[in-house]
């Protein structure tokens, strides 16, 4: 395990069409040099030149609103629970001005946020979620509400969702049964009470330049009672994110405030690809790995970083794809590059 606090330098560069945030590991010092320098919903057929002229400056490279097919505008403040079976192949939900502040028409707060179900190869954009419930409040608990509420359910095959701001809920993005080869992109999460991903059908599937900002568990995949899911001929690849595992008032057990694994894996899991990644961690979990455990397999790895904020030195080994910092900078320094790239800067209001 290495402990360099010279760790990582953030790159700026393009990829086919796409201007993506790509992270590797160099020195932090030369980071700016290398990166200076309503409930209303209307439906149609709507090609994506005709799109270009309102989104464009608002969404500068989402491969989501840049794809031909019917066209659902979610837009303005929302006071339900969006749910819906009929998603067709091709389908483009575009929520780019829609809020949810977690709350419904009657004042009771919202426990499941979105669930999407259909045919396969739709794809999602944008909303921004704020959850309803008073961390603080003692009421409020792992239990009840945030194990049992979520912001977006999958369970369509070859789903892409993009753009999301989500604040205060459960679990961030989960995949359900058929939420095989999903692919998630430049996300923002912060305050998620549990899993920030859910993967526990241990599908395939892509999450890439996403900022999860706040995480009780990073990544799941594990079976449970009544889910004995085998994904393990599956390969789930993760890169260019950030994550950061953030003390909760809520823990599942142990001290207050707390958090639980990066990886919470289980016999069954998916193959994983792990690269470019920078990952905050304070403090030691109240239960699970900070490391890289036996049932997790993982099969490419590379240019990695874990920023380490706690006392003492770094209480797990990792492989030597990993780099070990405790300069808090190369996170900060992280973040920013990240906003001046995909914007996101604030949850509903």
């Known amino acids: 395990m290495l402990n360099n606090p010279c760790a990582t330098i953030l790159g700026c560069m393009w990829s086919g069409s796409s201007n993506r945030l790509v992270l590797s590991l160099l020195c932090v010092s030369l980071l700016l040099a290398a990166c200076q320098g309503g409930d209303g919903e209307t439906g149609g057929s709507l ?11 608002e969404t500068p490279d989402s491969e ?3 794809r031909e097919g019917d066209l659902v505008e979610i837009d303005g403040p929302q006071d339900d629970e ?6 067709e192949t091709g389908m483009i939900l575009d929520a780019t001005n829609a809020t949810w502040d977690g709350y419904d028409e009657d004042g009771e707060p919202i426990p499941w946020s979105i669930t999407l179900d259909g045919e396969p190869g739709a794809c999602w954009y944008g909303g921004s979620w ?4 008073d961390e603080t409040d003692p009421d409020v608990t792992w239990e009840d509400p945030y194990h049992h509420s979520g912001f977006l359910t999958i369970r369509i ?23 095989a080869d999903f692919h998630i992109r430049a996300v923002y999460l912060t305050d998620i009470h549990d899993d920030c991903i859910e993967n526990d059908f241990m599908h395939g599937g892509v999450l890439e330049d996403s900022l999860l900002d706040g995480c009780y568990v990073g990544f799941s995949a594990a079976q449970y009672e009544g889910n004995d899911s085998d994904g393990s001929d599956n390969r789930w690849v993760m890169e260019n994110n950030l994550i950061r595992m953030e003390p909760q008032p809520t823990p599942y057990r142990g001290p207050s405030p707390g958090h639980g694994a990066i990886f919470k894996w ?3 899991g998916p193959q994983v690809v792990f690269r470019d990644n920078i990952i905050r961690v304070d403090q ?10 036996e049932e997790l397999d993982l099969v490419e790895c590379e240019n990695n ?17 990993f780099t070990v910092t405790t300069d808090l900078s190369v996170w900060d320094e992280a973040v920013e590059v990240w906003h001046d790239q995909f914007g996101q800067t604030a949850p509903a209001a």
Request: hydrophobic share 30%.
């Open 82 to 87: 969006y749910w819906r079976d009929d998603i």
């Open 266 to 268: 289980t016999v069954g």
């Open 305 to 321: 970083t874990v920023v380490w904020g706690g006392e003492g030195p770094y209480p797990e080994p990792l492989p030597d794809c």
């Open 284 to 293: 030691p979990p109240n239960h699970g790995h900070l490391g890289i455990h």
């Open 157 to 179: 095959p070859e789903f892409l969702v993009e753009g999301v701001r989500v604040d205060n809920q459960g679990d961030g993005i989960r995949m359900e049964e058929r939420g």
């Open 47 to 57: 090609a994506a030149a005709s799109r270009e002229e309102t989104t464009s400056e």
């Open 130 to 133: 704020t959850g309803a419930w």
């Open 64 to 66: 989501c609103l840049a």
